[in-house]
């Protein structure tokens, strides 16, 4: 089976440090989130538009809403599919804002910051703002 994040149906088994963050767009559970702006939206990897990952949303939400987000350790399945186990985690790039990928992004400028790893097929790790940011 291939790769895939569906970027719905989440289930979070344990989830870090949570706090409030206030939304700038639509995020779904499970969404990697960074600042941008002073608000929160999905995390990006694409040059020019990169948006870090801070936390995982740990409810659905739209723009101006308040929503609680893991900043610690997260350990979701639910919406990954066909991964790896062991393989590193990162902020997916193009379109896909707030997904997470396995290849490494590689267009010069993207962020490449490993933002966690798969404990198996369907069950990842992901770990907010552990790593140095990175770019390719």
């Known amino acids: 089976m291939a790769y895939a994040?569906?970027?719905?149906?989440?289930?979070?088994?344990?989830?870090?440090?949570?706090?409030?963050?206030?939304?700038?767009?639509?995020?779904?559970?499970g969404d990697a989130i960074g600042i941008s702006s002073g608000v929160?939206?999905?995390?990006?990897?694409?040059?020019?538009?990169?948006?870090?990952?801070?936390?995982?949303?740990?409810?659905?939400?739209?723009?101006?809403?308040?929503?609680?987000?893991?900043?610690?350790?997260?350990?979701?399945?639910?919406?990954?599919?066909?991964?790896?186990?062991?393989?590193?985690?990162?902020?997916?790039e193009g379109s896909d804002s707030g997904e997470y990928i396995q290849a490494i992004p590689t267009t010069t400028g993207d962020a490449t910051t490993v933002v966690g790893y798969m404990l198996s097929a369907t069950i990842g790790v992901i770990t907010p703002s552990f790593n140095t940011d990175s770019v390719a």
């Open 5 to 29: 994040d569906a970027q719905s149906g989440a289930i979070i088994h344990y989830g870090g440090s949570p706090g409030t963050v206030k939304l700038g767009g639509v995020v779904s559970k």
């Open 40 to 92: 929160w939206v999905r995390a990006l990897a694409t040059v020019t538009t990169v948006v870090q990952l801070r936390a995982v949303a740990a409810e659905d939400g739209a723009t101006d809403q308040e929503i609680t987000a893991y900043f610690g350790i997260v350990i979701m399945g639910g919406r990954i599919s066909g991964a790896t186990a062991g393989g590193a985690l990162y902020v997916a």
